[in-house]
């Protein structure tokens, strides 16, 4: 076989490496319960970056990594996070949420407050040294950036790992939905603020204004079709609102979101809702995976940036818990309950994933600082089901526990 010479085989070489690798370490190496595949693909991506693969084989890795590749590879990725944030807002089911106000909202109010506290006490010493805030950033937005990204809960791989538990339909898996989707809708209301431009600022609330009056008329529409209408039309909406929200400086991935979640998750079978999200991420999701590796950086030496994640890490982790115990407390849980629930809501991984490269694209983090956070949501995502299995076998009473 010849040697891949015009970007199109190139291309695709790297497409086979991508698809590939990942599934041959998770499926030999059997590291479902430790590393969904979804978190396999995300380390892969690191292994394929500059930080690794880019060091140990420089020419092979210029070569197949090359501009001309990573221009397309790059589109494809955008395509892939749209229609994952997108999907992530469909999900939401505020109603819910609404039936059950205090016990959701106490209960995201310190899953989300308590690490967003932690990880920006963390930001203000990551601060006093050079090399982690970006170029664009003031101090403010370093700040809640960092702590909004370590108190995210990412609701699509927590519906994954639930499905893995077999809780997602069970009342313990909605009452975890009902949680996280409070969260999921204050994470980006956080990110709009942090992106928040004042000399655009004309641009961007006219963006939203003229997004709300035509998500009024969109529902309208939505009701009036069929489903196989609803998702081709469901697309396009999600292109305007993306192109929108970047138009006016706010990122095409608030867009995405806002897309989504002013759609009724029952316009759409829920079967169907499924399969569409494994299909993106079975067949677009790797390719931001392997964007989000290219990223990664040891530029201010490998061992800071371990340092920081480990801090990153307990905050995340230690925030999450303790927010949750407080809830407990409130709420009457029992320690067992308030730790599951913990456990599960500090699931990090896609959403922070997505979070902190808006905050590289804007320049407002470091790839140093990029790739500290991005090792402390794999880390925090792989201990997830590790620690909660044991638990829910030693209390299966809990899984069926409504409130």
């Known amino acids: 076989m010849h040697a891949p010479t015009n970007t199109t085989e190139i291309f695709l070489v790297a497409m086979g490496i991508i698809l590939t690798v990942p599934y041959l370490i998770w499926r030999i190496g059997r590291t479902d319960y430790y590393a969904p595949l979804v978190v396999v693909q995300i380390i892969a991506g690191i292994l394929l970056g500059p930080g690794i693969l880019g060091r140990i084989f420089p020419d092979y890795y210029n070569h197949v990594f090359s501009p001309a590749v990573i221009a397309p590879l790059n589109g494809v990725a955008w395509w892939a996070v749209m229609l994952f944030v997108c999907v992530a807002g469909i999900e939401l089911d505020l109603k819910r949420v609404w039936q059950h106000r205090r016990e959701s909202l106490t209960t995201a109010g310190f899953a989300l407050g308590t690490p967003l506290v932690m990880g920006a006490?963390?930001?203000?010493?990551?601060l006093m040294l050079p090399g982690w805030i970006g170029t664009n950033?003031?101090?403010?937005?370093?700040?809640?950036?960092?702590?909004?990204?370590?108190?995210?809960?990412?609701?699509?791989?927590?519906?994954?790992?639930?499905?893995?538990?077999?809780?997602?339909?069970?009342?313990l898996g909605q009452r975890l939905l009902?949680?996280?989707s409070l969260d999921d809708v204050a994470i980006w209301g956080v990110l709009a603020v942090v992106l928040?431009?004042?000399a655009r600022v004309g641009k961007q609330f006219g963006?939203?204004?003229t997004f709300a009056l035509l998500a009024i008329a969109y529902r309208q529409l939505m009701r009036r079709l069929a489903e196989h209408d609803r998702w081709y039309v469901a697309l396009v909406w999600l292109v305007a609102c993306a192109w929108g929200a970047d138009w006016s400086g706010l990122h095409y991935m608030v867009g995405a979101f806002l897309a989504g979640a002013v759609m009724d998750a029952e316009w759409f079978d829920q079967d169907s809702m499924d399969q569409f999200r494994r299909c993106v991420l079975l067949a677009f999701?790797?390719?931001?995976?392997?964007?989000t590796g290219l990223r990664t950086n040891w530029g201010i030496g490998g061992t800071a940036v371990f340092i920081a994640a480990a801090a990153l890490l307990a905050a995340s982790i230690g925030g999450k818990l303790l927010g949750i115990r407080i809830t407990g407390k409130i709420l009457g849980w029992s320690r067992n309950e308030s730790a599951v629930i913990g456990w599960l809501?500090?699931?990090k991984a896609l959403i922070m994933i997505i979070f902190v490269n808006v905050l590289l694209d804007k320049q407002l983090i470091t790839n140093d600082t990029f790739t500290a956070l991005l090792l402390m949501a794999i880390v925090s995502t792989m201990l997830s089901i590790p620690v909660v299995a044991p638990r829910l076998a030693r209390d299966p009473e809990l899984i069926s526990k409504a409130v």
Do not use: N
């Open 345 to 347: 809501l500090q699931t």
């Open 285 to 291: 999701m790797p390719v931001f995976f392997l964007s």
């Open 121 to 126: 006490a963390v930001a203000l010493g990551m």
């Open 137 to 171: 950033a003031q101090s403010w937005q370093f700040v809640l950036g960092i702590g909004m990204a370590c108190a995210v809960t990412a609701l699509p791989i927590l519906i994954l790992l639930m499905e893995k538990l077999a809780i997602l339909r069970e009342p």
């Open 207 to 209: 963006f939203l204004i």
């Open 196 to 198: 928040m431009d004042w």
């Open 178 to 180: 009902r949680y996280s």
